[in-house]
């Protein structure tokens, strides 16, 4: 049968099973309806598949008007087909009440697969801090593994790029970015959960990657019993005294009961009433400090941690924030107004 609206083929599983030829002799770009239990997760899949709202609605849209874009797999060894991109489609389709889902089958190995699966993934809205450190650093292991199987068997003149180099131009980053990123798999779960809640900082985060694992544990005690987490510059104190071969859990409790020092801002003396509204005239006035809201029905949403400490740090925090929920909101009324339009 024929897809409306496509030149691409869809072809029924049970008619591609009954034939003698195996399916990956299907015609490439033929989409095929795959049993959801022949479909398995790909190892070790460092993206979480949740059962959230999106997830409900992706469900909803699906019973409605079906898959629409088909999901990408691989035949395994040991039976059935491993998923590469379309884990949350094959869940929500099973929430749907779905028995198939519309996938392309390719024949890919290993590594091809991992990057193929790492950067469909990398396109979503919203990923945790530890789904994209270790999304890049499968993807790192995946490339390297090609670079070392093209330098084999090439002979090409002129440098190859690096790996980290290539991922950084994929997801539109720096390499520097993916380093830091990788380096967050350092942590140990524990600290590396609290990142991504958003209790630590990501570039705290980083500093601390550079802590042994049993300082790490060793930290976490601080932090609980301290009621604190590292700032950047006492995560850059740990990290230095943890490669100096002498950071102790007394240090940890020090630097961390330490008292986080905002810096006052500094204010430009006016000369006159005159200068003054010349200067508002010419610049927006600049505004300092935190705006003052009701905390309670914030609290769902953010961590408690911005609001107890009074720091530059989280007043960046807290502003990236509401400009991302304004940014949010934009969007929402932006598609209202088009639907309605429509």
Do not use: C, W
Request: hydrophobic letters at 35%.
């Amino acid at each position: 049968m024929k897809n409306s609206g496509t030149n691409i083929s869809l072809t029924p599983y049970d008619e591609i099973m009954s034939s003698d030829a195996s399916p990956m002799s299907v015609p490439f770009g033929t989409i095929v309806e795959l049993p959801l239990n022949q479909l398995h997760p790909f190892k070790n899949h460092p993206f979480r598949v949740v059962d959230d709202d999106h997830m409900k609605k992706t469900a909803e849209s699906i019973r409605d008007f079906g898959v629409l874009v088909p999901g990408l797999v691989r035949p395994r060894p040991e039976g059935g087909y491993e998923i590469i991109a379309g884990h949350r489609r094959k869940r929500a389709s099973e929430i749907a009440g779905r028995e198939t889902m519309p996938v392309i089958i390719r024949d890919l190995d290993d590594d091809e697969a991992t990057i193929a699966m790492v950067d469909s993934n990398l396109q979503r809205e919203f990923i945790l801090h530890s789904e994209r450190a270790a999304a890049y650093q499968m993807k790192m292991e995946a490339l390297s593994h090609q670079g070392k199987r093209n330098d084999l068997t090439s002979s090409q003149v002129g440098t190859k790029l690096r790996a980290d180099q290539i991922i950084a131009d994929d997801a539109g980053t720096s390499r520097n970015q993916v380093q830091r990123y990788i380096r967050l798999n350092n942590l140990v779960k524990p600290i590396l959960d609290m990142v991504d809640s958003e209790k630590i900082a990501f570039t705290p985060a980083v500093e601390l990657s550079y802590l042994k694992p049993e300082e790490q544990e060793g930290l976490l005690e601080a932090m609980s019993a301290e009621q604190a987490t590292p700032s950047l510059s006492q995560a850059m104190r740990m990290k230095k005294r943890s490669q100096e071969g002498h950071l102790s859990k007394e240090d940890m409790h020090h630097i961390l009961s330490e008292v986080k020092k905002t810096p006052k801002p500094i204010e430009k003396p006016l000369t006159s009433s005159v200068d003054a509204g010349k200067e508002k005239e010419e610049s927006a006035p600049q505004i300092t400090g935190f705006i003052t809201l009701p905390i309670e029905p914030f609290l769902k949403y953010i961590p408690k941690t911005l609001f107890q400490q009074k720091t530059p740090e989280n007043q960046d925090k807290l502003t990236r924030l509401f400009l991302k929920m304004a940014e949010l909101y934009k969007k929402y009324l932006d598609k209202k107004r088009a639907q309605e339009r429509g």
